[in-house]
């Protein structure tokens, strides 16, 4: 479960400050995906941000599974950002030399204590999540030998190969056709149930909030369930 209580993120912005995130409460579940939408400048980057730990808030708490990261030291909240929060940023990020497996093999790499020891079994869980995404054929592929749609997707897989309890997810369709885009959802969807994950997926693209088990509007910073007139 990820909580975000009453969590307020200002930036410098010359003599005063921008207040990114304005006093937001929002939690999502296990098995759940809350979608989040609002227009650019809205603050929803930034919050996801404050969600995965990256930066710390102002005021307020985000706490996963139960425990309150504002009182981590900053190793332990990079153990914990490690262990239990998986993020899917807007471009994919992958590594251009490295195959679709190995891209997933080398988060057993990171930082990770033992790390060699867990070679097999990471071997084999990045088989897994490769075949659970639907990409377990482009296995020996390097991101320039895949389509963007497909890059997404080892993307997702790589996010999940930690066993995170918390998915956070920022445009995953913005590069794609909405054909494409419809079907990253779906994944995300499906994931989410099948690996129990409590998800938080910005998106512009207001055709896929139905889709979702909760969604919420972004504007000025502030949470409104108030959701744009498309939906
Ligand atoms: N590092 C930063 N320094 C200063 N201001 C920032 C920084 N990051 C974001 N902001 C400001 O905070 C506000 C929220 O930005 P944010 O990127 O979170 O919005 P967004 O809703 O994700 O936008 P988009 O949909 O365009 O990605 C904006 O006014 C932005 O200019």
Known sequence: ????DDVTLTFPDGE????????VSLTAHPGTVTGITGPSGSGKSSLLAVAATLIRPDAGRVMIDD?????????????LRRTK??????QSNLIASLTSQEQLAVMNELGAPNSRRHRAAASARAATLLDAVGMGDQADKRPHQLSGGQRQRVNIARALMNDPSVLLVDEPTSALDQERGASIIELI???TSELNTSTLLVTHDLVHLPRMHGAVNMVDGRLTSDLPAAV
């Open 85 to 90: 929060i998986g993020i899917v940023f807007q």
């Open 16 to 23: 005063s400050r921008i207040t990114a995130v304005d006093h």
């Open 189 to 191: 969807l499906q994931l």
């Open 67 to 79: 425990v309150d990261t504002a009182t981590m030291d900053s190793g332990a909240a990079t153990d």
């Open 1 to 4: 479960m990820i909580h975000l």
